[in-house]
């Protein structure tokens, strides 16, 4: 069994910074890529942030320059450092993670959601 753990979400007003977390846990042989998706009410689920296992990331071009992240890879941990939050952040945010269980093969886990809300 394999669980993402995410916390940090909240209320935030714009212009404010919120950081979340997400911890992968259980029978875990590697971590490929890891990432944060959102979705707002009546929107389809997007991507907001992603890394590989070497560090390289991505970014939606909505958050380029306000939203960083990053991985500690010894706490199988993904982070996102949301600054200068605007309203049309509120969302929740999924955390994702391509793991592999055993030596062959990964498999893409999803975290429960954290709710971020940034009012004006």
């Known amino acids: 069994q394999v669980q993402l753990v995410e916390s940090g979400g909240g209320l935030v007003q714009a212009g404010g910074s919120l950081r979340l977390s997400c911890a992968a846990s259980g029978s875990i042989f590697s971590i490929n890529h890891m990432g944060w998706y959102r979705q707002a009410p009546g929107k389809q689920r997007e991507l907001v942030a992603a890394?590989?296992?070497?560090?390289?990331?991505n970014y939606a071009d909505s958050v380029k320059g306000r939203f960083t992240i990053s991985r500690d890879n010894a706490k199988n941990t993904v982070y996102l450092q949301m600054n200068s939050l605007k309203p049309e952040d509120t969302a929740v945010y999924y955390c994702?993670?391509?793991?592999?269980?055993?030596?062959?093969?990964?498999?893409?886990?999803w975290g429960q959601g954290t709710q971020v809300t940034v009012s004006s």
């Open positions: 890394i590989t296992s070497g560090g390289s990331t």
């Open positions: 994702n993670a391509n793991i592999g269980r055993y030596i062959m093969g990964a498999d893409d886990y």
